[in-house]
């Protein structure tokens, strides 16, 4: 649900690692698919922050 709507409204005025991502990807894919790959990926993220207990750093690997 979060990602779609970064997805919806307003992503193209951020900038970021994350966000350049995404724009990397909808030029490839549909915009479906797009949400749940970037849904995928926050869900990753948190999951190795909670796990790990560490803060997390806006990096793209």
Same mark, same amino acid.
């Given at each position: 649900?979060?990602?779609?709507?970064?997805i =919806?409204?307003g992503?193209?005025k951020?900038?970021?690692p994350?966000i350049?991502?995404v724009?990397?990807?909808?030029?490839?894919k549909p915009p479906?698919l797009?949400t749940?790959?970037l849904? =995928?990926?926050?869900?990753?993220i948190?999951?190795?922050?909670?796990?790990?207990q560490?803060?997390?750093t806006?990096a793209?690997?």
């Amino acid at each position: 649900m979060g990602s779609s709507v970064l997805i =919806n409204a307003g992503w193209y005025k951020m900038h970021g690692p994350l966000i350049e991502w995404v724009r990397k990807l909808l030029l490839t894919k549909p915009p479906r698919l797009t949400t749940v790959a970037l849904a =995928n990926k926050m869900a990753r993220i948190a999951w190795a922050v909670m796990t790990r207990q560490t803060v997390y750093t806006n990096a793209i690997g």
